[in-house]
């Protein structure tokens, strides 16, 4: 009996007591990032076990911006350094008239068409300082030896100056001559030098110095000229 009993419940199977028997079949596939697990059995349960994959993705990039260099073509300029001499061809505005007036003692010679006249044709006559009247334009003449010699010519502040050296061993030997901002003219002509010596500062004016063969010029102190011509 007892036997039996065993027997049946092997054959049989015992409700109270269930045996689950079977197998598990696993797949993944790592391509569909999806891994299932089934298991299978008679009388048993059957389940599917989804895991999500992880994938990762990886790019390749190249930069290709190329970098662009703009050389700087821009074309120098060079100026040349200014000088304190001026040359002839310089710009000038136009000579002022001089009003004129009563025609001063110092103007020996008289003031035809506004012009101050002093001639000095004696040795040593005009040695000193020779003041030009300032509403005038003025003319200098030194003629003969020495007859300006070691003298001083202060021209008008704003009006033309005329210096004429001629004919004589320092006519005009070291002379002083001060311009003014009117046009300034030197004129050195003859034999043994009349302008040995001779030192003109310019003004603001034209100022020109004319010379004949001679070695002995005279010197420009051309400053602020708006034109400058030495010998």
Do not use: W
């Amino acid at each position: 009996m007892t036997y039996c009993s065993l027997f049946l419940a092997l054959a049989c199977g015992d409700p109270a007591s269930p045996v689950t028997s079977g197998s598990a079949e696993g797949s993944g596939t790592g391509s569909s990032s999806t891994d299932t697990a089934t298991g299978q059995g008679p009388g048993s349960n059957s389940g599917t076990m989804t895991t999500a994959g992880s994938g990762s993705a990886e790019g390749t990039g190249t930069d290709t911006t190329a970098a662009t260099t703009d050389p700087d073509t821009t074309a120098g300029e060079t100026t040349a350094p200014g000088t304190d001499t001026a040359t002839t061809g310089g710009t000038c505005p136009p000579a002022p008239q001089p009003p004129g007036g009563m025609c001063p003692p110092r103007c020996a010679n008289g003031c035809a068409n506004n012009v101050c006249e002093i001639i000095c044709d004696m040795p040593d006559q005009c040695g000193g300082t020779i003041d030009c009247p300032p509403d005038f334009d003025c003319n200098v003449t030194c003629t003969g030896v020495d007859a300006c010699d070691g003298g001083t010519i202060n021209c008008p502040p704003n009006y033309s100056c005329d210096v004429h050296c001629l004919a004589g061993n320092d006519a005009c030997g070291d002379v002083e001559i001060h311009c003014g901002d009117g046009a300034c003219t030197l004129e050195c002509n003859g034999p043994d030098g009349p302008c040995t010596g001779v030192d003109v500062s310019c003004g603001a004016g034209p100022c020109t110095a004319n010379c004949d063969d001679d070695p002995n010029i005279p010197t420009l102190q051309c400053g602020k000229a708006c034109d400058c011509a030495p010998c």
